[in-house]
């Protein structure tokens, strides 16, 4: 959808270009605010929706977790962070999930919470992070892990609780799920994950030749979510992203054995049909 029209006072609101808001058209059910509330405070007014079966949009500014989820994963200023995030829950307390806005899709709201709301919006952001609770995740520094559809977009803007792998242990993460840190090929790679704080990080597959503080590449990096405990690395995706990845992975294991075509079209043939 292009074009959003509010039916209260014919404004068209181009949203063109714009892949994460999805908005309906819909009629309040009330008068409509006054157009000089436009001074009126985004905090008063954004918990105001009236709709029904349509979760609210609330920006999340609880400062105190935003910051140790900055602090945690050494999120840099590269990444516009605060006052992007947005959640659909009016309890701050019990949020399970937050979502990450551009600055466009950042304006739009803050004038539909200055126009009260008169914007239904079913959908709208980027999943970001995700509370984790289990036991142990409730007892980690940060709260929030980050998600799978995040990953890519947070990716070349932290600079802690990531850790870069070897193809073989890699390879040997998504076939085990779980790793103890004594277990790992390369002995240095279970040190630095031992050495990491209880909770989220982020593994990426080190690429041959790749300094692991090498964020230049023109190829997007191997990358997944994982867990450090107490004593392993659990990975934190599902069975059949990981059966995808490691095909993918394989590929960089071969041997110039391997390379003989007999061996190659299968194993290309099996992830082009993996693509469809």
Not at 117 to 136: D, H, N, P, W, Y
Request: aromatic fraction near 6%.
């Amino acid at each position: 959808m292009d074009k959003v029209k509010d039916g209260s006072n014919g404004d068209d609101i181009d949203l063109s270009g714009e892949k994460d808001v999805q908005i309906s058209e819909a009629t309040p059910d009330g008068d409509l605010l006054d157009t000089e509330m436009g001074e009126a405070s985004l905090d008063a007014n954004q918990n105001k929706g009236r709709w029904r079966g349509v979760d609210p949009v609330i920006f999340y500014k609880d400062e105190a977790v935003v910051g140790r989820i900055m602090e945690f994963y050494g999120i840099k200023d590269s990444l516009p962070f605060k006052g992007h995030l947005i959640t659909r829950n009016n309890d701050m307390n019990h949020v399970k999930r937050i979502y990450y806005v551009s600055n466009s899709v950042k304006e739009v709201l803050e004038l539909n919470f200055l126009a009260g709301q008169q914007l239904k919006i079913a959908s709208v952001g980027l999943k970001m992070f995700e509370r984790q609770t289990s036991k142990e995740g409730a007892s980690a520094p940060c709260l929030f892990r980050i998600s799978s559809e995040g990953l890519p977009l947070i990716l070349p803007h932290i600079t802690k609780q990531i850790l870069y792998v070897s193809a073989v242990d890699f390879k040997h993460l998504l076939q085990y799920k779980s790793i103890k840190f004594p277990d790992f090929v390369d002995p240095d790679f279970g040190q630095k994950a031992s050495e990491l704080m209880l909770g989220c990080c982020v593994v990426v597959l080190k690429r041959e030749g790749q300094a692991p503080s090498d964020s230049s590449q023109d190829v997007m990096p191997i990358a997944i979510g994982c867990w450090r405990g107490r004593t392993n690395i659990s990975v934190m995706v599902t069975a059949i992203d990981c059966q995808e990845l490691l095909e993918r992975v394989s590929m960089l294991l071969l041997t110039k054995e391997d390379l003989k075509p007999e061996v190659t079209i299968p194993l290309f043939q099996r992830l082009v049909k993996k693509e469809k």
